[in-house]
């Protein structure tokens, strides 16, 4: 099997809901994505002959996913009350939730199903929190 592999970033605050301990309060990462994708064969004619598919492509597909992501809060469903929510939204900060509680390990499947929704054969989707710690999800 060929495999692609590629990454991108995003810096955004967060907060675990229900954490005994200091990632309970709001704190910023430098979150980078790694992706990688495979297939048994490469495309055998036109602009991308030889390839999976073009690296820039598979660039571009994952950034807009991360730049979503970017420069904003990300609240897990649930962990803020309305009111905060209001308030936040009326200064104009940009808020988004999400569906899970936003750990390294539930964005490792948060980018793998949405790159898999945009017809890769992802094989790994890694997201490092620090330098030194990161999760995955492969099926
Ligand atoms: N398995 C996981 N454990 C933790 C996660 C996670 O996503 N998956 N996330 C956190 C927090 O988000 C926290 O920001 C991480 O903090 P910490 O491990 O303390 O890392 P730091 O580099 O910020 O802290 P240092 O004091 O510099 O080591 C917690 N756990
Ligand atoms: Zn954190």
């Given at each position: 099997m060929y495999t692609l592999k590629t990454n991108a970033s995003f810096d955004s605050a967060h907060f675990?809901?229900?954490?005994?301990?200091?990632?309970?309060?709001?704190?910023?990462?430098?979150?980078?994505?790694?992706i990688e994708v495979g297939s048994n064969s490469l495309e055998m004619g036109?602009?991308?002959?030889g390839m999976i598919v073009d690296f820039s492509k598979l660039k571009t597909d994952l950034k807009n996913i991360a730049d979503a992501l970017d420069h904003c809060l990300?609240?897990?469903?649930?962990?803020?009350?309305?009111?905060?929510?209001d308030v936040l939204e009326e200064e104009h900060f940009?808020?988004?939730e999400v569906m899970f509680?936003?750990?390294?390990?539930?964005?490792?499947?948060?980018?793998?199903?949405?790159?898999k929704g945009k017809?890769?054969?992802?094989?790994?989707?890694?997201?490092?929190?620090?330098?030194?710690?990161?999760?995955?999800?492969?099926?």
């Open positions: 675990l809901a229900g954490y005994e301990g200091k990632c309970s309060n709001i704190h910023g990462h430098h979150w980078t994505v790694e036109g602009n991308n002959r990300i609240v897990e469903i649930g962990s803020l009350k309305r009111r905060t929510l940009k808020v988004v509680r936003p750990t390294a390990e539930n964005f490792a499947k948060f980018f793998y199903d949405e790159m017809g890769y054969h992802v094989l790994k989707a890694t997201v490092y929190e620090t330098p030194n710690n990161c999760a995955a999800y492969m099926e």
